[in-house]
């Protein structure tokens, strides 16, 4: 089955700085990469996704890249503001089969000091 | 839309105990998946449903998990009887089947059932 790795477990950044956060995958049939941001005592909640027919996505201050060559994708927050601070949840799927549950990286506590 | 509806959002249960936890996905959706998050395991798949038929089992961990979707509009996670291992977040999520965007595959999660088992 589908394995996903993400790093790096926790980060820190200063308020208006960058965070990337890194995944790979292992299934290379796996098509629809989401990223979900889970504040505390909630549900994840989707923030991005992108299709393995695109290489980057872009949303305001937060863009996705995807290098299906060599099976990892990104995220990027750029200008971190304090409610950026969420724990953070790559996951994979093979979107346009009947295999379409997700497989999440275990998760980056992104915390953005004020 | 009212989201994915879960319930209890916290139970407190004694060891040996059943408990049953609820969803109503987002009408319109079908699939619908149980997830169970954990520190050590963080979220792990437990089962999923498409069109009310169970897919995918194989992330139940064990024969006292159950699950079941009668209609459309309603799950259940059974846990008979319940361990302290047991203790974790169940979300329920639900999704459509979508055309070939970005959006197509979008899977929404519920607030989630806090469960300890004691």
């Known amino acids: 089955g589908e394995n996903v790795e993400q790093h790096p477990s926790t980060l820190s950044v200063q308020e208006g700085d960058s965070a990337v956060i890194k995944c790979t995958y292992s299934d290379s049939a796996s098509n629809y990469f989401p990223w979900y941001k889970q504040e505390l005592g909630k549900g994840p909640q989707l923030i991005i996704d992108?299709?393995?027919?695109?290489g980057e996505k872009k949303d305001q201050r937060i863009a996705v890249t995807l290098n299906k060559t060599a099976k990892h994708f990104s995220l990027h927050i750029t200008e971190t503001q304090p409610e950026d601070s969420a724990v953070y949840f790559c996951a994979a799927s093979i979107g346009d089969t009947g295999r379409r549950a997700l497989t999440f990286g275990s998760g980056t506590r992104l915390q953005v000091q004020p | 839309d009212a989201g994915v509806i879960q319930s209890p959002r916290h139970e407190v249960t004694e060891m040996g105990q059943e408990v049953t936890l609820r969803c109503k996905p987002i009408s319109g959706h079908d699939y619908l998946f149980w997830y169970r998050q954990t520190m050590m395991r963080g979220l792990e798949l437990l089962i999923y449903f498409n069109n009310n038929v169970p897919i995918d089992d194989s992330g139940m961990p064990e024969d006292r998990f159950s699950a079941k979707m009668p209609n459309a509009s309603f799950s259940t996670l059974k846990i008979q009887p319940s361990e302290p291992r047991d203790s974790a977040v169940y979300f329920c999520a639900s999704s459509r089947v979508g055309l070939l965007s970005s959006s197509g595959n979008t899977i929404y999660f519920g607030e989630g059932s806090w469960l300890t088992v004691v």
């Open positions: 992108i299709r393995s027919n695109v």
